[in-house]
């Protein structure tokens, strides 16, 4: 429970919550609420009575049905567990109606409509990378007092997922909660283990990440050539975010308001990314990834390391080579960034209570151990991560504690650091250069640096009061 709460925002929650419940009897059980009146009856009277004579219109009366409508995405699999979610959901809860509505594709861009046109979903998924720009335009219902007076046990869910979903009025991270996560997804090297067998090389260590210089060797022995041309790489293409923090560098400063990757340990990290492409040639460049991407690569065995998340396990483990997990190199400690997808709730939602139960229920323990038992989520709740419902021992990978070593150590991406990332996407657009190695990634990233730091002030002016 965090200290910014007043006694009265909570007191006034568990009023609204309680006295929703009260107001409707009992979600899960109309028995109960039957012998609540059932009892008040009799205590008025002195004793139990069964007057046929009674009016009619003191029975008591059926829960209005409530609809909903609730919007994610997933593929085939996913959107089944979730049906069968919510239909678990509905038979605990006979007053709710769950329209469950599933984008399959584009979902950003469609909910984008959706919100602008203002008749959003009452609860829907919220991709991290989109919450600052969704909360801060009061889209999201805050749910800080439920959560406070729920089941939900925060103090048991992973610190990172839980403060990317935070909001104070300027910057993200911080102030009360706006979603629970639905899910954490931490980055780790998956490698290809007959590869390794093949060629002579020991696998990565589950405990201790390799170092650049580590890394660089091992995919070099794992680079097969005939002539100038590359059959087999190494290691697929970096996800550099992770590479930078795993360097000691950082994106923004402490307070957010100033650009910071044009130091030396994240320019370096860079240069190290582009290397390994057009110097050492044991990722494949731009060109490569044109015939084949890194993804179908991996999958048919021409290349030995690929860098994903957790997400990844349910296909993978189609796959007819045996494989395993790593930790992301670093030159140091264990270091990288994860992802999320949040649970949230529209402000213009008519039912309130309704859809925080939808949020609690597939936030709390119970959606989290049947989207975790399909493999492709670590649970948000860290008591959960260390049992055989995330551990799957018998199935692959071997080491899937690295996932939850991982979730500990690894922070929010650096898009959601600020409510309006256009400074980021001014990044990525102006990094070509230093990816076609054209130019040193610290000379570009100090081309960069005053151009950025002005977008970071221009689309987040609240931090700068």
């Not at 939900?152 to 403060?163: E, Q, V």
């Not at 529209?346 to 151990?369: D, I, M, N, R, W």
Request: proline share 6%.
């Amino acid at each position: 429970m965090t200290q910014w709460k007043k006694t009265l925002g909570v007191l006034t929650a568990f009023l609204v919550l309680t006295g929703g419940t009260i107001g409707c009897g009992s979600s899960g059980n109309t028995d109960n609420g039957n012998n609540s009146a059932a009892t008040t009856n009799a205590s008025s009277n002195g004793a139990a009575t069964t007057d046929n004579s009674a009016d009619a219109n003191n029975a008591p009366k059926e829960e209005e049905l409530v609809k909903i409508q609730f919007a994610g995405w997933g593929d085939p699999t996913e959107k089944e567990v979730f049906s069968k979610l919510i239909a678990s959901f509905e038979a605990k809860n006979p007053n709710i109606d769950v329209d469950y509505l599933h984008i399959p594709s584009d979902y950003v861009g469609k909910m984008n409509t959706i919100l602008a046109g203002g008749n959003a979903p009452d609860v829907f998924y919220v991709p991290d990378g989109d919450f600052g720009r969704w909360v801060s335009q009061d889209l999201l219902l805050p749910i800080e007092d439920y959560v406070n007076v729920s089941n939900i046990d925060t103090a048991d869910m992973w610190d990172s997922a839980l403060l990317r979903y935070r909001y104070d009025g300027s910057v993200t991270g911080k102030g009360p909660l706006y979603a629970l996560p639905k899910d954490i997804g931490p980055t780790v090297l998956y490698y290809n283990k007959d590869l390794f067998t093949k060629m002579g090389v020991p696998y990565p260590s589950a405990d201790t990440p390799m170092t650049f210089d580590q890394l660089l060797e091992t995919a070099q022995k794992l680079t097969v050539k005939e002539g100038d041309k590359v059959t087999q790489y190494g290691m697929g293409p970096i996800w550099w975010e992770g590479f930078v923090l795993g360097n000691g560098g950082t994106f923004l400063s402490d307070d957010k308001k100033e650009f910071l990757l044009n130091s030396k340990e994240a320019a370096d990290a860079l240069q190290f990314a582009v290397d390994l492409a057009h110097k050492h040639k044991v990722v494949p460049d731009s060109r490569a990834l044109q015939a084949m991407n890194d993804g179908q690569m991996f999958e048919t065995g021409k290349l030995a390391m690929i860098i994903q998340g957790r997400w990844m396990v349910p296909t993978y483990r189609k796959l007819k080579f045996d494989w395993d997990v790593a930790p992301l190199p670093a030159n140091g400690k264990w270091a990288g960034w994860s992802g999320s997808v949040g649970l949230g709730i529209s402000k213009k939602t008519k039912h309130q209570e309704a859809a925080y139960k939808l949020v609690e229920f597939l936030g709390g323990p119970e959606g989290q151990k049947e989207q975790s038992l399909m493999g492709f989520a670590i649970p948000s709740f860290k008591s959960m991560a260390n049992t055989d419902v995330f551990l799957q021992p018998g199935q692959k990978p071997e080491h899937a504690e690295v996932f939850i070593k991982a979730a500990e150590s690894e922070i929010p991406g650096p898009w959601t650091n600020l409510p309006n990332a256009k400074w980021w996407d001014m990044l990525n657009q102006n990094l070509g250069p230093m990816w076609e190695a054209k130019k040193p990634a610290q000379d570009v990233l100090n081309e960069l640096k005053p151009k950025i730091d002005a977008a970071i002030k221009e689309g987040n002016p609240a931090i700068f009061k």
